[in-house]
């Protein structure tokens, strides 16, 4: 058995050791005095379990470097580990178990990830564990299920912050080394216990509200302290946990509350009870745009929702997965418009977010919201689209149909009754039934069992409301009209239709927009009568909302080749420059550049990057100075000119201070960066302009873009070197390896690469078999051919029917992209 078979926990295996046994209490014991030096690969790490048995036997998990010591009550027994469990025998009623370990630091993100930082050497540590790598840091029992009380007890160089989820109760020692012994825990899971420790900045505040008072910090980089503005974070942290106390009426219950910006993560952000860790991404070197800082509130909000649901109530397994993603997700957009200045947060999730649904959705791999998830692969894989952002969509429609205060109302009965304990999906919908009195299992059936979207279309002369799919939606048409070359919203109708065809009567208007405040959960079309005023007058619009439903009805018809990939360029050509609405503006200028390099059909995409090319050139020339839509344009510059040459001499002649930037517009390093990956792309610049740089930025950032930079050189030598290293080269950290992979396919430059494509189909599964999930992950998906038919990809998936189900999951969604794509490039033939 590999490790990796090993490391795969069933459900089945999982729920029958949770019945077996009843844990208490695990004390863990840390060792990272060393980590500061960079040849110390692993770090003593000893457990002491405490639980009761009715089994003999039972397995431990732990992957690290070795496990050195096993002692089940009081007797040394033979180490029986083979790279993920440890065998344990001789178990009696009640036990306690002693483990003592090495475990590996982490370059990949996931366990106990180590960093040193190039600017000032200091080294940061931190954790992140969902779903399963608590046991890369701990001897535990890795599922969520199983809740215990956690005493952590950490020893680390003296002066370094040593954070956990509870504070500290004791501090000992001096000279090199501290040890800090933290409060036992409440009772949680594994995968949301947390450490982190390092020189790191830390501001402080307070929470009051009646008698409660709850410590808050934040945390960065010291290198990153003149960036950090912890005031907005407080700001919006605050107006949560007001928010979050009135609706749930349960009172914060994790004690303090400490949110840390780390390095290198793997994803935004995860909601460890008291220490909520977050992508350094949301720490802005750079000027950041409303946008960024509203997907900064709505994750700060997103987290913060879990420290109830999720953390407080956790599913019984990662079936349930979505039950607090979706919540998570929609209180994230809710509480952003009742509580903080991010009133616009429906806009956003409207069009962006719900785009990932749809996305995701029509893959051949999708799946019902509740998801059958037989094991650890499967469950690190659904951490996607569905969960989340449709999760989140079909919770709000369960919103508009039980009422918000009936929603509320279950809710709070919910963390009452499961407070510290394991639910699932009946639990919830039990308490729902009993705050609303309405039946929601059909509800649940016709949303969270199927999977699919209706496509709505207005048929007959717009007498008939079609639908694909058939399902129950309460949903609103809203009529605008064309009046002085503005569309203005002149009436709307709402209603709810259920078949194939619903006759309609509606008011003459020139737009009809279809699915008008985003109640409901489908893809929209546009009559034609619609389409065209939309072409006129689309950025006339007087609601971002709306705006972001037309924009994201004309991508989804762009996407399934109905609406020309040239006319969907024009109407962005034509309004992009009037949207106001920053996130709207930053996604619909990413779906043209996406729209140019994979629908156009080949002999036209060259003459659409060029004209592409002075769209945005125009487009940062003529926008408002120092606006976010000056900075959106800049950013989108960098891609334009990374597939086309002719501004080549412009943008360089911008970073070398030759030629003014536009005014307003501050060259800051990430900025300096993108564009700089463009000249290096296309050639205009080489290796000693990237080190030179490199010098002016040798920061973390700066040296994973120098790292992208150097891979995209349009040189052939230099995309194989690079493609050994992304496969081959052990050392590469996650970053690295995902800045490498960007420099293989940077360009759009095939000619280049495509000699390796037999390579890719003969690597994976071996590379699946020997990485961790995250590496193998970004690999398989990241390095993927954009050939120019499917035979490559269909003669590995017949000759590979027994390869791991996540794996083949991975390459069947890359298929259908690429099947996608020369479809709908057809189409535009
Ligand atoms: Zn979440």
Redesign the pocket.
């Given at each position: 058995m590999s490790t990796n078979l090993a490391a795969n926990l069933s459900r089945e295996e999982t729920a029958a050791r949770s019945a077996a046994i009843s844990l208490h209490s695990i004390r863990v014991e840390l060792d990272i005095t060393d980590a500061v030096n960079a040849e110390q690969t692993g770090f003593r790490t000893s457990t002491t379990l405490r639980f009761d048995a009715v089994t003999e036997d039972t397995w431990i998990d732990f992957i690290g470097e070795t496990v050195e010591r096993v002692i089940v009550n009081g007797a040394e027994q033979p180490v029986a580990w083979d790279g993920a469990r440890i065998r344990v025998a001789g178990l009696q009623a009640s036990n306690e178990i002693r483990i003592d370990a090495v475990g590996a630091y982490s370059r990949s993100g996931e366990g106990l990830h180590r960093f040193t930082d190039p600017v000032d050497g200091a080294t940061y540590l931190y954790t992140q564990y969902e779903p399963a790598d608590s046991r890369r840091v701990m001897a535990c029992f890795e599922q969520p299920d199983m809740k215990a009380e956690y005493t952590f007890v950490i020893t680390a160089p003296t002066g370094w912050h040593v954070l956990s989820n509870q504070s500290p109760v004791v501090t000992t020692g001096g000279g090199s080394a501290q040890t800090v012994e933290f409060a036992p825990t409440k009772r949680i899971s594994s995968y949301i216990t947390s450490v982190a420790a390092g020189p790191y900045h830390r501001v402080s505040d307070t929470w009051t509200k009646g008698e409660q008072r709850v410590q808050l910090g934040a945390f960065c980089r010291a290198s990153l302290a003149e960036h950090f503005d912890h005031k907005e974070i407080f700001e919006v942290t605050r107006q949560g946990l007001d928010f979050f106390d009135e609706a749930f009426d349960f009172a914060y219950p994790w004690g303090k509350y400490d949110q840390i910006f780390v390095p290198e993560y793997n994803l935004g952000?995860?909601?460890n009870p008291g220490l909520v860790t977050f992508t350094e991404a949301y720490v802005f070197r750079g000027a950041a745009t409303e946008a960024q800082r509203e997907g900064r509130a709505n994750t700060i909000l997103?987290?913060m929702a879990?420290m109830w649901f999720?953390d407080l109530v956790t599913m019984t397994w990662w079936d349930d997965l979505w039950l607090?993603?979706s919540f998570?997700?929609y209180m994230g957009s809710h509480a952003s418009a009742a509580a903080t200045r991010f009133t616009d947060a429906w806009a956003s999730f409207a069009n962006r977010r719900k785009a990932w649904a749809y996305e995701q959705d029509q893959l051949p791999t999708t799946h019902p919201i509740v998801a059958d998830i037989p094991d650890l692969e499967a469950a690190k894989l659904n951490f996607d689209g569905i969960t989340?952002a449709k999760g989140a969509s079909v919770l709000k429609q369960l919103v508009a149909f039980v009422g918000e205060e009936a929603f509320f109302a279950g809710a709070r009965a919910y963390f009452r009754d499961h407070a510290y304990g394991n639910t699932t999906l009946d639990d919830l919908l039990v308490a729902l039934e009993a705050s609303s009195g309405r039946d929601v299992r059909a509800w649940s059936t016709a949303w969270l069992e199927t999977t699919g979207m209706s496509t709505l279309t207005l048929e007959d002369d717009r007498t008939v409301l079609a639908q694909t799919d058939p399902r129950p939606h309460r949903l609103r048409i809203g009529a605008f009209a064309l009046s002085d070359g503005v569309l203005v919203r002149r009436d709307s109708v709402e209603l709810d239709i259920q078949d194939e065809r619903t006759p309609v009567d509606l008011p003459d208007a020139d737009l009809l927009l279809v699915n008008d405040g985003d109640l409901t959960y489908a893809k929209a079309r546009l009559d034609e009568r619609s389409l065209k005023a939309v072409e006129r007058a689309l950025s006339t619009i007087d609601d971002a909302l709306a705006r972001g439903l037309v924009w994201s009805s004309l991508w989804n018809a762009t996407r399934d080749g109905e609406l020309p990939a040239l006319r969907y360029l024009e109407i962005v050509r034509r309004h992009a420059p009037a949207e106001s609405h920053v996130g709207i503006l930053a996604g619909t200028l990413a779906n043209a550049a996406f729209t140019i390099e994979h629908y156009l059909s080949d002999d036209v995409r060259d003459e659409a990057r060029a004209m592409w090319l002075e769209t945005v050139w125009e487009g940062l020339v003529q926008a408002e100075a120092g606006s976010g839509s000056q900075l959106s344009w800049a950013r989108a510059l960098g891609h334009a000119a990374s597939v086309a040459d002719a501004r080549s001499g412009d943008i360089a002649a911008m970073l070398d201070g030759t030629a003014p930037a536009p005014e307003g517009l501050g060259l800051d390093a990430d900025l300096r960066w993108i564009w700089v990956q463009a000249l290096a792309a296309v050639g205009t610049w080489g290796k000693d302009r990237i080190r030179e740089e490199l010098s002016r930025d040798d920061t973390m950032s700066g040296r994973t873009a120098a790292v992208e930079a150097l891979a995209s050189r349009p040189k052939p030598r230099v995309r194989e070197e690079a493609w050994r290293a992304a496969w081959e080269d052990e050392s590469l950290t996650n970053d690295h390896l995902g800045a490498t992979i960007a420099g293989v396919r940077a360009g759009g430059r095939r000619d280049l690469i495509e000699r390796f494509d037999t390579d890719y189909f003969e690597r994976i599964l071996p590379v699946w078999q020997t990485r961790s999930i995250e590496i193998a992950r970004r690999l398989v998906r990241g390095l993927f051919p954009a050939t120019p038919t499917l035979d490559a990809v269909d003669a590995w998936l017949a000759g590979n029917a027994d390869a791991p189900g996540s794996l083949r999951r991975i390459v069947i969604e890359q298929r259908d992209h690429l099947a996608r794509d020369l479809n709908v490039r057809a189409k535009n033939l």
């Amino acid at each position: 058995m590999s490790t990796n078979l090993a490391a795969n926990l069933s459900r089945e295996e999982t729920a029958a050791r949770s019945a077996a046994i009843s844990l208490h209490s695990i004390r863990v014991e840390l060792d990272i005095t060393d980590a500061v030096n960079a040849e110390q690969t692993g770090f003593r790490t000893s457990t002491t379990l405490r639980f009761d048995a009715v089994t003999e036997d039972t397995w431990i998990d732990f992957i690290g470097e070795t496990v050195e010591r096993v002692i089940v009550n009081g007797a040394e027994q033979p180490v029986a580990w083979d790279g993920a469990r440890i065998r344990v025998a001789g178990l009696q009623a009640s036990n306690e178990i002693r483990i003592d370990a090495v475990g590996a630091y982490s370059r990949s993100g996931e366990g106990l990830h180590r960093f040193t930082d190039p600017v000032d050497g200091a080294t940061y540590l931190y954790t992140q564990y969902e779903p399963a790598d608590s046991r890369r840091v701990m001897a535990c029992f890795e599922q969520p299920d199983m809740k215990a009380e956690y005493t952590f007890v950490i020893t680390a160089p003296t002066g370094w912050h040593v954070l956990s989820n509870q504070s500290p109760v004791v501090t000992t020692g001096g000279g090199s080394a501290q040890t800090v012994e933290f409060a036992p825990t409440k009772r949680i899971s594994s995968y949301i216990t947390s450490v982190a420790a390092g020189p790191y900045h830390r501001v402080s505040d307070t929470w009051t509200k009646g008698e409660q008072r709850v410590q808050l910090g934040a945390f960065c980089r010291a290198s990153l302290a003149e960036h950090f503005d912890h005031k907005e974070i407080f700001e919006v942290t605050r107006q949560g946990l007001d928010f979050f106390d009135e609706a749930f009426d349960f009172a914060y219950p994790w004690g303090k509350y400490d949110q840390i910006f780390v390095p290198e993560y793997n994803l935004g952000a995860m909601e460890n009870p008291g220490l909520v860790t977050f992508t350094e991404a949301y720490v802005f070197r750079g000027a950041a745009t409303e946008a960024q800082r509203e997907g900064r509130a709505n994750t700060i909000l997103h987290e913060m929702a879990h420290m109830w649901f999720g953390d407080l109530v956790t599913m019984t397994w990662w079936d349930d997965l979505w039950l607090k993603e979706s919540f998570a997700d929609y209180m994230g957009s809710h509480a952003s418009a009742a509580a903080t200045r991010f009133t616009d947060a429906w806009a956003s999730f409207a069009n962006r977010r719900k785009a990932w649904a749809y996305e995701q959705d029509q893959l051949p791999t999708t799946h019902p919201i509740v998801a059958d998830i037989p094991d650890l692969e499967a469950a690190k894989l659904n951490f996607d689209g569905i969960t989340y952002a449709k999760g989140a969509s079909v919770l709000k429609q369960l919103v508009a149909f039980v009422g918000e205060e009936a929603f509320f109302a279950g809710a709070r009965a919910y963390f009452r009754d499961h407070a510290y304990g394991n639910t699932t999906l009946d639990d919830l919908l039990v308490a729902l039934e009993a705050s609303s009195g309405r039946d929601v299992r059909a509800w649940s059936t016709a949303w969270l069992e199927t999977t699919g979207m209706s496509t709505l279309t207005l048929e007959d002369d717009r007498t008939v409301l079609a639908q694909t799919d058939p399902r129950p939606h309460r949903l609103r048409i809203g009529a605008f009209a064309l009046s002085d070359g503005v569309l203005v919203r002149r009436d709307s109708v709402e209603l709810d239709i259920q078949d194939e065809r619903t006759p309609v009567d509606l008011p003459d208007a020139d737009l009809l927009l279809v699915n008008d405040g985003d109640l409901t959960y489908a893809k929209a079309r546009l009559d034609e009568r619609s389409l065209k005023a939309v072409e006129r007058a689309l950025s006339t619009i007087d609601d971002a909302l709306a705006r972001g439903l037309v924009w994201s009805s004309l991508w989804n018809a762009t996407r399934d080749g109905e609406l020309p990939a040239l006319r969907y360029l024009e109407i962005v050509r034509r309004h992009a420059p009037a949207e106001s609405h920053v996130g709207i503006l930053a996604g619909t200028l990413a779906n043209a550049a996406f729209t140019i390099e994979h629908y156009l059909s080949d002999d036209v995409r060259d003459e659409a990057r060029a004209m592409w090319l002075e769209t945005v050139w125009e487009g940062l020339v003529q926008a408002e100075a120092g606006s976010g839509s000056q900075l959106s344009w800049a950013r989108a510059l960098g891609h334009a000119a990374s597939v086309a040459d002719a501004r080549s001499g412009d943008i360089a002649a911008m970073l070398d201070g030759t030629a003014p930037a536009p005014e307003g517009l501050g060259l800051d390093a990430d900025l300096r960066w993108i564009w700089v990956q463009a000249l290096a792309a296309v050639g205009t610049w080489g290796k000693d302009r990237i080190r030179e740089e490199l010098s002016r930025d040798d920061t973390m950032s700066g040296r994973t873009a120098a790292v992208e930079a150097l891979a995209s050189r349009p040189k052939p030598r230099v995309r194989e070197e690079a493609w050994r290293a992304a496969w081959e080269d052990e050392s590469l950290t996650n970053d690295h390896l995902g800045a490498t992979i960007a420099g293989v396919r940077a360009g759009g430059r095939r000619d280049l690469i495509e000699r390796f494509d037999t390579d890719y189909f003969e690597r994976i599964l071996p590379v699946w078999q020997t990485r961790s999930i995250e590496i193998a992950r970004r690999l398989v998906r990241g390095l993927f051919p954009a050939t120019p038919t499917l035979d490559a990809v269909d003669a590995w998936l017949a000759g590979n029917a027994d390869a791991p189900g996540s794996l083949r999951r991975i390459v069947i969604e890359q298929r259908d992209h690429l099947a996608r794509d020369l479809n709908v490039r057809a189409k535009n033939l």
